[in-house]
């Protein structure tokens, strides 16, 4: 045995959630997402695809909304599909619906709803309610989207401050497009979305989170599609996006992972789920040249423990 497959035979690999099989190697994925989970979708799923040599196909839409490149809309025409990344709220009833694998609902990420303006202008106070009630007050325009957080904007927020008829005429809904470019181009003075989806838009200045005693956090989550034909390749992308070890990834969109236990029963050999700080090994195993492992499996284990490693700067 060369001296590199010997290092090889005796790494010790992290256990990051799974080892993939030879059936979910190879293939043609396509997933449905959320513009909510798009920043660290977009990071990651090229790490997904060295590691497994799947090949991801991603379209991107609202949650929510009847407009025509809506998930809920796209799904129920029947287009093709194999993993959707939406709100949990729009994924349980997409389930319900059969559109979905009921079950395989995993939770990502909790997002939080951001203010933004235009790159320049002059950055209100949202620091407490009050200030927060009064930039809104003040301002000549407000965007919001089409989505989960525009819902909440326009269907309660301005209700339980007190503010909707004021608020309301000069509202508008912005419909497939990011609410960050509309406040770019000087359209809307100020423009809600999740911080998520503003994080990436040029031109814009985002003031913060909202406060969090009116904030409405969204968690966005994964789920097997029904109708898909590649099932078990589906569930390792979500076995991957929801792993400790992508946790860096996900902080740095604006986003908070909601990290899962692994596939190891036992307390040694799981990585703590990430609710804070920097995700870290507790447990390991040793893979040597007797080890029941086909070829695929040790060498898609290890090609995702390099990968996931090298994501957090660990190799």
């Not at 287009?79 to 709100?87: G, N, Q």
């Not at 236990?261 to 870290?280: E, I, M, N, V, Y």
Request: charged letters at 20%.
């Amino acid at each position: 045995m060369s001296n590199l497959l010997k290092k090889l035979s005796s790494l010790v690999v992290p256990l990051v959630a799974f080892a993939l099989g030879s059936a979910a190697w190879g293939q043609d994925v396509i997933v449905m997402s959320s513009g909510g989970f798009a920043a660290p979708y977009k990071l990651l799923a090229p790490k997904f695809e060295a590691a497994t040599g799947n090949h991801l196909t991603s379209v991107f839409g609202p949650s929510m909304g009847t407009t025509s490149g809506a998930i809920p809309m796209r799904l129920s025409r029947n287009e093709e599909a194999d993993v959707v990344i939406v709100s949990r709220s729009e994924l349980d009833a997409l389930a319900q619906k059969g559109l979905v694998v009921a079950g395989s609902q995993v939770d990502l990420v909790r997002s939080r709803i951001g203010m933004a303006v235009k790159l320049g202008a002059s950055v209100p106070d949202i620091s407490t309610v009050p200030a927060f009630t009064r930039a809104m007050q003040v301002a000549k325009s407000i965007a919001y989207s089409d989505s989960a957080s525009g819902v909440y904007i326009s269907g309660e927020l301005y209700k339980r401050l007190g503010v909707e008829s004021e608020l309301a005429p000069k509202s508008r809904k912005i419909l497939a497009e990011p609410v960050g470019e509309v406040v770019a181009r000087g359209e809307s003075e100020i423009g809600f979305q999740q911080m998520s989806e503003l994080k990436p838009i040029a031109g814009i200045t985002i003031v913060g989170p909202i406060p969090d005693e009116v904030q409405k956090v969204t968690v966005f989550a994964a789920g097997v599609v029904a109708n898909s034909h590649h099932k078990e390749a589906a569930r390792k992308l979500i076995e991957f996006l929801s792993a400790p070890a992508v946790c860096n990834a996900i902080r740095d969109s604006a986003l908070d992972p909601v990290a899962h236990a692994l596939l190891p029963t036992s307390d040694a050999g799981k990585l703590r789920p990430c609710s804070s700080g920097t995700p870290r090994l507790i447990g390991s195993i040793r893979i040597t040249p007797t080890d029941n492992l086909n070829t695929v499996n040790l060498f898609t284990a290890l090609s995702i423990c390099i990968t996931l490693c090298q994501s957090n700067g660990r190799v």
